[in-house]
């Protein structure tokens, strides 16, 4: 399994580039990394789903009378709405698993983003650094 910078970065090197710069690039040894790290994580992609519709299919066996109404955690997700949209033929396979891909993708983005902002406003206000870190003690029961 390739560690996920690695795989972030390949995403970006395809998706931020210009395209005049793929003709220059395409032959390189970086660029053959990069799509080696893309066909991972799309394979991992699929597994997810693959592991998804699954875990959907045992719980509608399992009790049958409350996915009639979606009313399962895993039915209103995200992912059990796609994993429906594709079911009722509304998205495509490869429509689904590109969904999935951005989100695992954009989380990452939007996620580190929030804790940048974050440590900068903690890093100058040491009143407020001091009552979140009494907050989060006292919720971790420390």
Known sequence: MLPLHTLLQAWEHFLLRPAWLGCLTSRTAKHQ?????????????????????????????ATPQATTNSSLPFESSFLGKLLSAQASGQLSRNEVQQLVLEMLLAGTDTSSVSLYYLMVELQGNRTLEYELRDEVLAAAGA
């Not at 080696?36 to 066996?61: G, R, W």
């Open 33 to 61: 990394q990069h799509l080696e790290a893309i066909k991972a994580l799309q394979s991992a992609t699929t597994t997810l789903i693959k592991q998804a519709a699954a875990y959907s299919k045992e719980i509608a066996k």
